[in-house]
C-alpha cells in the first residue's frame, strides 16, 4: 500500500497553475469527518486520470484535479474551506 | 462456455487500425486507481442490479460462478492514452444478469466497492458488449486490476470498466459519475476520441 499514493506537496505544482499563492500550505477541514489539516497532508493518487486528494483520517475525496490540453476541472466539494495564508499589509 | 472474439481472427488486421485516435499500444497493464484498494472477500462480495422502480436483484460470489460464463478476448483503451489488445477475460454477461430485470430505464450508474461511480447509457452493457469479469488471462483478477470482480465494458475508455463493481442503479435520468462529474467525457468513445467534457 505504501506506494499508492503521493503526499499532498504533489498539487503544488498543478494547483499553481491556478492560484496565485501557494495552495498547499493552505489548511483545509474534511467534509466527510471534520479532519483539519493542510493540503500537503493529504494523500494524493496520481496514477489516475486526474489528481484524487484523499483525507488522511477517512480516506474521503477532499479534492479532485482534472487538467486536459486546454482546461482545468477542480473539485473542491469534500473541503469544508480552505484557509489559505496570504501576505500580511 | 460461449468464446466471444472481437478482432479480426483469420483476417487479422496489425496493430495500427485497431489503436484508436491518440493512443498508444502498451504490452503490460498499467495500475491506475483514484483511491486505496478495497479488500473485497468473495464471502463478503454482493452484486445488485436496482431497478428504477426500487426493485433490487442480488447475486453473492457463489451465485456469479454458477451462472454461465463467456471469456471474451477485447482491446482495452485508458484515456491516459494507453491501449492493450486481445486481453482475455472470463466472467458473466450483462445480458444474463438482466434477464430478469425488468425496466423502462435507459441509464445506469455503476457503482462499486470504495465509493467510485461511473454512468453509461443502459444499452451500451447489453447485447454482448458488456461483462462482470473475475478472471483475467487465465487467473483470479488481482484486486490491483479490480478484483474479485469488475465491470468491462471495453468499446468505452476504460474508466467506464469500474474496479471492484458492486452494482448498477437503473435511471431515468443521466446521472454523471467519478470522472464524469471532474472534466472527462460523459460517454467515452476511444474512436471519437471523446476524452474530456468538452470534446
Ligand atoms: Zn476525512
New interface residues.
Partial sequence: ?SA??LDGNALAGPLAEIFATDVSAAVGRCASCGLTGPVASLRV?S????L?A?CPGC???VL?L?R?PD???L?LRGAVCLRIPLGGP | MTTFTRGFRGRRRGGDDRLPPGQYLTEDF????????PDVPPDRWEFAIHTETGQAHRWTWQELMALPYETPTVDIHC??TWSKLDTTWQGVSLDVLFEDVETAAEYALVHSYG?YTTNLPLEDLLDGKAWIAYRYEGEELAPVHGGPARLLVPHLYF?KSAKWVRGIRLLTEDWPGF?E????HNYGDPWREQ????D
Avoid at chain 1, 496514477?47 to 486526474?50: K, L
Avoid at chain 2, 476524452?195 to 468538452?198: C, I, L, N, S
Fill in positions: 500500500m499508492d499514493y493518487y496514477r489516475a486520470p486526474g484524487v484523499r480516506e474521503e475525496v479532485r482534472v486536459s482546461a482545468a476541472w473539485d | 498499467p495500475v491506475l486507481s483514484a483511491g486505496p484498494t484515456v491516459t465509493g474508466w470522472w462529474t471532474a472534466g472527462y476524452r474530456y467534457a468538452d
